[in-house]
């Protein structure tokens, strides 16, 4: 019973200590914060996200009647992950590749920078899943221009229809949604970055105050002793 009101005392101790220093831990908080958001809005490059949608056929011709059975929709939905392979293949990237250096150097499409690209540095760029688990899939690509992210997508769904028919010889895409120019970075969150910053300054100053008043054998009161 003793020793429960000794660690009750302790705690109550513990908690005195950090009001006495809320100060502190609300100073180096904001600190953190600012130092987080300067980071993050000067030396962290953004990145912007172009997002096309696209339909897929189980077959390019649906008949006279134009009817669509339910077992060419649950075929669509398979054809969905090897029409993300065939996207993902080097025979729809080299034809972005060779595109993409076609236009580098011309007037106009600076953002596409003068480094040639390969269909690596195209694959870690671009990712694509099925809508909702239905027989749409959308195809995103990240770049640190919002014109780059914009052209590249553009470029897939040029080629990407008739790799599709060349390869899998059946079925079909119809495009959705082209991808819009984006007008606000995806990534880094400024928000988030600064709101962690802060946490992790608080959280670290509480952490170095609670171990230096437990390690503290200063008897500063009566109750002390």
């Known amino acids: 019973m003793e020793q429960k009101q ?5 705690l109550l101790k513990l908690a005195k200590v950090l009001l006495n220093k809320i100060w502190l831990l609300i100073i180096v908080a904001v600190l953190f914060a600012a130092v987080a958001f300067v980071c993050t809005k000067t030396m962290i490059q953004p990145e912007y996200q172009a997002t096309s949608k696209l339909y897929v056929f189980n077959k390019s011709d649906f008949g006279s009647s134009g009817a669509v059975s339910s077992s060419d ?3 669509s939905k398979v054809l969905v992950n090897t029409y993300i392979v065939v996207l993902q293949s080097d025979s729809v990237l ?3 590749v060779d595109t993409i250096s076609e ?11 003068t480094e040639p690209y ?9 990712s694509a899943g099925s809508i909702n688990n239905t027989e749409s899939f959308s195809v995103t690509v990240t770049a640190h221009d ?17 790799e ?3 390869v899998v010889k059946a079925g079909a895409v119809e495009i959705i949604d082209k991808a819009s120019i984006p007008t606000a ?5 400024v928000m988030k970055n600064t709101v962690l910053g802060g946490l992790v300054g608080g959280v670290l100053t509480a952490a170095i105050i609670v171990v230096m008043a437990l390690f503290d054998n200063v008897i500063h009161t009566e109750d002390d002793l």
Do not use: H
Request: aromatic share 12%; hydrophobic share 35%; glycine share 8%.
């Open 6 to 10: 000794e660690d009750t005392i302790d």
């Open 73 to 75: 929709i649950s075929t």
């Open 94 to 96: 080299g034809q972005v």
């Open 103 to 113: 236009y580098q150097g011309k007037e106009g499409f600076e953002y596409l920078g």
């Open 118 to 126: 390969t269909t690596k540095d195209l694959r870690d760029m671009i």
């Open 146 to 162: 919002p014109y780059e992210a914009k052209f590249i997508n553009d470029a897939i769904l040029y080629f990407l229809p008739d």
């Open 164 to 166: 599709i028919i060349r």
């Open 185 to 189: 970075p995806s990534a880094p969150s």
